[in-house]
Nanobody
């Protein structure tokens, strides 16, 4: 059974930083495509950052490029999302997702991921 558990959300002032963490248990961590998605109130879930396999290229939503960094720690079965220069529009519930066999064209598609965490809330005050 695969489980994803996120942590690290909270309240931060605009311009501040947060690091989200997601621990993945079950399966072979290095084989997973891993991604972070977010869902703001009244909006659809959207891709934030991800990569298909350990050591491969990472991909970002345009509005977070240069501010957010996704990284994987294979020894700890953990994927991190470092968020810098946070803006009020980054406020959302952030979800960690994992899957296998995801082709590059689907990396931003939430339906391509089989496993999801429960989400962690990020608030950014202006």
């Amino acid at each position: 059974q695969v489980q994803l558990v996120e942590s690290g959300g909270g309240l931060v002032e605009a311009g501040g930083s947060l690091t989200l963490s997601c621990v993945v248990s079950g399966g072979t961590f290095s084989n997973y495509a891993l991604a972070w998605f977010r869902q703001a109130p009244g909006k659809e879930r959207e891709f934030v950052a991800g990569n298909r396999r350990s050591g491969q290229n990472t991909y970002y939503k345009d509005s977070v490029k240069g501010r957010f960094i996704i990284s994987r720690d294979n020894a700890k079965n953990t994927v991190l999302l470092r968020m810098n220069s946070l803006m009020p529009e980054d406020r959302a519930i952030y979800y960690c997702a994992a899957g296998t066999g995801i082709i590059l064209s689907n990396i931003r598609n939430p339906h391509a991921y089989a496993y999801w965490g429960q989400g962690t809330q990020v608030f950014v005050s202006s």
